[in-house]
């Protein structure tokens, strides 16, 4: 067990539709992350969140935004659902580190994924 | 551009023999990090090994190993002992870390897989 809770397991839904994905990191860590993993692109990095403020954006369509709370849960809204959304989408989080800059051998930590069926 | 290249899309090992897993990432940054980890079926992404840029030492743990090279900008991951367990995909990544950026870059993984 990670110590990241990712609700739900699985989220089956229409296009046009709007889902919610819920992320809880582990304790003490600030850091969250976002990855989409799909067959045809890999596991991409979406967005990633510190403390409450986003701090760096991939690959994320401008239909889907996340924020992280106060109490370093986060979410990923998912908007105008489209059959090519379907994918495991994963949260990870680590800790802080100091300096930001430069290698680290702090692992990100992943949670089980939300497993998001567009029909 | 950084970028990680596993150009194994699969590897069969026979169970109790090693296995090289290849890797080979792109980065202009002096500093950097890479990691592998494991995806079983059921789908959880579990770290394994770690290697710093500066690291003058191949890491290990346990079974694992990393191949680190770092003017051919390798690193391998070495399973020595497979288990039928070890079935899995794995993915190499880098961490990339600046003032505006922390991420993972991932390659497009291997899949393992242990025969009796």
């Known amino acids: 067990d990670s110590g990241v809770t990712q609700t739900p397991k699985h989220l089956i839904t229409a296009t046009g539709q709007r889902v919610t994905l819920r992320c809880s990191p582990r304790?003490?860590?600030?850091?969250v992350y976002w990855y989409q993993q799909s067959l045809d692109q890999g596991l991409q990095f979406l967005i990633q969140?510190?403390?409450?403020?986003?701090?760096a954006k991939g690959n994320i369509l401008e239909r889907f935004s996340a924020q992280q709370f106060p109490d370093l849960h986060s979410e990923l809204n998912l908007s105008s659902l489209e059959l090519g959304d379907s994918a495991l989408y994963f949260c990870?989080?680590?800790?802080?580190?100091?300096?930001?800059?430069?290698?680290?051998?702090?692992?990100?930590?992943f949670g089980s994924g939300t497993q998001l069926s567009v029909l | 551009a950084q970028k990680i290249t596993q150009t194994q899309p699969g590897m069969f090992v026979q169970e109790k023999e090693a296995v090289t897993l290849d890797c080979t990432y792109d980065t202009s940054d002096q500093s950097y990090g890479l990691f592998w980890y494991k995806q079983p079926s059921s789908g959880e992404m579990i770290f394994l090994i770690y290697?710093?840029?500066?690291?003058?030492q191949n890491a290990t743990e346990g079974r694992y190993s990393l191949n680190f090279q770092k003017a051919r900008k390798s690193a391998n991951l070495v399973i020595s002992a497979s288990q039928l367990g070890d079935s899995a995909m794995y993915f190499c990544?880098?961490?990339?870390?600046?003032?505006?950026?922390?991420?993972?870059?991932f390659g497009t993984g291997t899949r393992l897989q242990v025969f009796p």
């Open positions: 290697q710093g840029s500066y690291d003058e």
């Open positions: 969140y510190y403390n409450g403020e986003e701090r």
């Open positions: 990544a880098m961490r990339v870390r600046s003032y505006n950026t922390d991420k993972l870059i």
């Open positions: 304790s003490g860590d600030l850091s």
């Open positions: 990870a989080s680590s800790q802080p580190q100091s300096p930001v800059q430069g290698p680290t051998n702090e692992k990100l930590f």
